[in-house]
């Protein structure tokens, strides 16, 4: 089955700028919608960004201009600029829809990776 592995994660200053990238392992697959979510202690988990297979991209208001969701064949990136407090959060990499040579798989997660924006 599919793997999905998010990295780039940890602390930085308030302005501050981190990209993000949810690689993702196994056999042949497609995924349809790939996306970024958040979810902050006290808070629900928001939807960030997502981004379909062709490309049309989906932003939370409280991000839009400041982030940047992007994808490859095997990767999918979230470019944070302007990184602010409210920012910190685990982010989770999901894939709404993995299509493989024998299966479909729905609604799979990452392990999160941590971002902590504080001076």
């Known amino acids: 089955q599919v793997q999905l592995v998010e990295t780039g994660g940890g602390l930085v200053q308030p302005g501050g700028s981190l990209r993000l990238s949810c690689a993702t392992f196994?056999?042949?697959?497609?995924?349809?919608?790939m996306g970024w979510y958040r979810h902050a202690p006290g808070k629900q988990r928001d939807m960030v960004a997502t981004i379909t297979n062709g490309g049309s991209t989906v932003y939370a208001d409280s991000v839009k201009g400041r982030f940047t969701i992007s994808r490859d064949k095997n990767t999918v990136y979230l470019q944070m600029n302007s990184l602010k407090p409210e920012d910190t959060a685990v982010y989770y990499c999901?894939?709404?829809?993995?299509?493989?040579?024998?299966?479909?798989?729905?609604?799979?997660w990452g392990q999160g990776t941590r971002v902590t924006v504080s001076s």
């Open positions: 196994g056999t042949s697959f497609s995924i349809s919608t």
């Open positions: 999901n894939a709404d829809r993995i299509d493989t040579l024998v299966t479909s798989l729905y609604n799979v």
